[in-house]
């Protein structure tokens, strides 16, 4: 048996080295092209479990998106926030806003309070005006509406003289604005 190998290895010397040569050529090839391609299969399927993943817990991939989006739809509403130093401005507003319904303010004041809002300075606001019934539902609807941290806390009206279409409202208000050097 050693002999007849031996002999085929004389006969066919350079067709064996061929083979030979053939083989190693085609395993450095496999090597290769596998190495990279496994490496690629590896990313294709990681990418698309998570993408599966997603798919079945649509609240762990939208949560990033829905939080970044927040953060700046929250970042444009502040900028619309007046500033702390506004005040006397924002206060001229609502003067305004009485005088130009036929209204006349007999009374303001504004006490800074406590706030939960980070970056936001609250303010208790409370205005005393006296006109028709319908100049001061008109004030109401103008002072909710004086910018977007502004709300009517509560409202008493009352008829000095019931013959008279006069009427005297006491409005509070709680006020934010924003804190001097926060960035919105």
Same mark, same amino acid.
Request: proline share 5%; glycine share 8%; charged share 15%.
């Given at each position: ?28 090839? @496999? ?16 990418? @698309? ?48 806003? #009485? ?34 019934? #319908? ?5 109401? #609807? ?15 009206? #009352? ?26």
């Amino acid at each position: 048996m050693g002999g007849l190998v031996q002999q085929v290895f004389k006969e066919h010397r350079h067709l064996l080295a061929v083979v030979f040569l053939l083989a190693v050529v085609s395993g450095v090839l @496999w090597i290769y092209l596998l190495g990279p391609q496994q490496r690629q299969r590896n990313e294709l399927h990681g990418a @698309w479990t998570d993408k599966r993943h997603y798919l079945h817990d649509p609240e762990s991939a939208r949560s990033l998106r829905v939080y970044r989006s927040n953060e700046e739809a929250l970042k444009k509403f502040r900028a619309t926030v007046p500033a702390q130093s506004e005040l006397p401005r924002v206060l001229g507003q609502v003067t305004d806003i #009485a005088a130009l319904h036929g209204a006349s303010i007999m009374g303001m004041s504004y006490k800074p309070v406590p706030s939960s809002i980070n970056g936001m300075l609250g303010y208790n606001l409370t205005v005393s005006a006296k006109g028709s019934y #319908a100049a001061l539902k008109h004030i109401l #609807a103008n002072l909710q509406a004086l910018h977007s941290l502004v709300y009517v806390d509560s409202i008493s009206i #009352a008829s000095p003289d019931p013959q008279g279409n006069q009427v005297v409202a006491d409005v509070r208000m709680v006020l934010y604005l924003r804190q001097e050097g926060k960035t919105p």
